[in-house]
């Protein structure tokens, strides 16, 4: 709203500028000019061209502080241009090329301080935008591209530790990764990242109640995994056998020249065992998994697979089978159950995309999914049927976002709607399979529910009935029996439950300061 109402101001300001209050005279129509208001206080001042404002502007509220300044140049809106309350703290200042945002704008709070940067380019959102406490830390970086939120995004605590990793893709949140958290007793639990640059990795491992649990993994400034070390209970596990160091063993061809060559743990085989000719060239190679053989081809001295492989399964049966190019799958694959049936199939390009249609089947060899991908995002239908080959699931993917309506049916019931950008979005409905009579209907908005929510019995009575506001319960919350008899009223405020069936619900805040000497509860 205050951007709006800023550039209202803006395209006003010539208008306002021709305006003659009380004590102007005469206009200068080329040349400098002054404006007062009617107690004699300036207005404004600045050059005006051709009877219109150009050059260095200020405009002035009745109490005399400034109320902006800013430079045009050609008619045009450029370089800074300033705002202030009428403290004279700055609010927010935009700058401006050719009479277009182009560069950073700032926003302040009322007590002046900067709260947030936005960087435009052409009047179109670009680049980071940045939001600051009142100390000026750096509390989040979201990032734009085109004017849409677009890559990763990081938010920090008041120490300027990262504590929440988001992933934005075409305007929306694709991911959400919580880390560095602390519990009340401001205790570290969960995941905690140390990073050298945001995105670059240092350390990374989980705490619980403070205490060190789990595996610990140490980055070098490439990415590259350097240590890895196991915790329990804040205590170092000493060499446990899933991080045991192995050995490599050599079997030689008579000219000298390595004949077998890979690594053994415990005397068995684990990882890979590559095969050479006399001439000293990678022939064939296997891959294995504590002494189970879960791969065969070719790998290359770079570790990467190269032409016809096969995989396997954990318990000996083929898994998979194709061809590698430099350690990316190409062309045509084929996947197995362990009996043998198919388990999925399609083709990837020269970069290891998925392309094409792709399909997915049940044990028994029935259908379970096929879809079509283009340079590896699903582009089109998706069907998902049960294992009678009844449709379970339909819709539309564009560029790997569902898009359009889309259907999933349940155990008793079918869920009916339509999707934007991979959200909710619309009107959706649930309908009871036995009767077709409508199980639930309410709208998303970007996601979220919003608006007025209805939930249905399957005789068709109403179950509960409320309203969101973009995804928070407001107001009153409905709930009656399969009769149509209401038996519970619960009052939202902002997804709160502050009253149930018109008694106000008191928080143990409410209920100590109640109790608290000088309140009245001890008299």
């Known amino acids: 709203m205050l951007h709006i109402r800023l550039v209202f101001f803006i395209w006003l300001f010539p208008l306002f500028a021709f305006a003659q209050p009380k004590g102007q005279e005469n206009v200068n129509p080329n040349g400098y000019n002054k404006f007062y208001y009617e107690n004699g206080k300036i207005s404004s001042e600045g050059n005006m061209r051709d009877g219109k404002p150009d050059g260095y502007w200020k405009t002035y509220y009745p109490n005399g502080k400034i109320k902006s300044e800013g430079n045009r140049k050609n008619f045009e809106l450029d370089s800074a241009w300033r705002f202030y309350t009428e403290q004279g703290k700055p609010s927010i200042e935009y700058t401006y090329k050719n009479g277009k945002k182009t560069g950073p704008k700032k926003v302040f709070t009322p007590d002046g301080y900067l709260d947030s940067e936005e960087i435009y380019l052409n009047d179109v959102k670009q680049g980071l935008t940045s939001y600051f406490t009142k100390t000026g830390k750096l509390i989040k970086i979201i990032p734009f591209e085109a004017g849409k939120e677009q890559g990763m995004g990081y938010e920090y605590d008041t120490t300027g530790t990262i504590i929440t990793i988001t992933e934005y893709k075409a305007g929306f949140i694709k991911s959400n990764e919580r880390i560095n958290r602390r519990d009340a007793n401001g205790l570290r639990q969960g995941l905690w990242k140390d990073f050298y640059t945001p995105g670059k990795a240092k350390t990374e491992g989980r705490y619980l109640d403070d205490k060190k649990n789990g595996y610990f993994k140490e980055y070098n400034e490439f990415g590259n995994l350097v240590n890895i070390t196991k915790y329990e209970n804040g205590i170092l596990v000493k ?285």
């Open 239 to 523: 060499n446990p056998p899933e991080l045991a160091k192995v050995e490599t063993k050599i079997e030689y061809h008579p000219n000298g020249k390595p004949k077998f060559m890979g690594v053994y743990k415990d005397g068995v085989p684990d990882g890979v065992i590559r095969e050479y000719s006399t001439e000293g060239k990678i022939v064939g190679a296997e891959v294995y998994k504590e002494g189970i053989k879960i791969g065969e081809g070719i790998y290359d001295e770079q570790g990467r697979e190269q032409g016809k492989w096969k995989e396997y399964h954990d318990t000996g049966e083929l898994k998979g089978e194709g061809e590698y190019l430099n350690g990316i799958r190409i062309g045509p694959w084929t996947f197995y159950h362990p009996n043998a049936k198919i388990d999925q199939k399609g083709k990837y390009d020269k970069r290891g995309r998925t392309q094409g249609e792709w399909k997915w089947y049940y044990e028994d060899g029935a259908l379970l999914r096929e879809e079509i991908y283009i340079d590896g995002q699903r582009n089109g239908t998706m069907t998902e049927y049960d294992d009678k080959g009844n449709t379970i699931t339909k819709g539309e993917y564009v560029d790997g976002l569902q898009e359009g309506p889309w259907f999933f049916q349940m155990e008793d019931y079918r869920e009916e709607g339509s999707y934007k950008a991979d959200l909710r979005d619309g009107m959706w409905k649930h309908i009871y399979t036995t009767n077709g009579k409508t199980r639930f209907e309410g709208v998303f908005l970007n996601g979220v529910p919003d608006g007025e929510h209805t939930y249905y019995y399957e005789n068709g009575k109403t179950w509960q009935f409320g309203k969101y506001i973009y995804g928070r319960k407001e107001g009153d919350w409905k709930y009656y029996d399969e009769f149509g008899i209401l038996i519970l009223t619960i009052t939202f405020k902002d997804d709160v439950e502050i009253k149930f069936d018109g008694v106000k619900v008191k928080f143990e805040s409410e209920k100590r300061k109640e109790s608290s000497p000088g309140n009245g509860s001890n008299q």
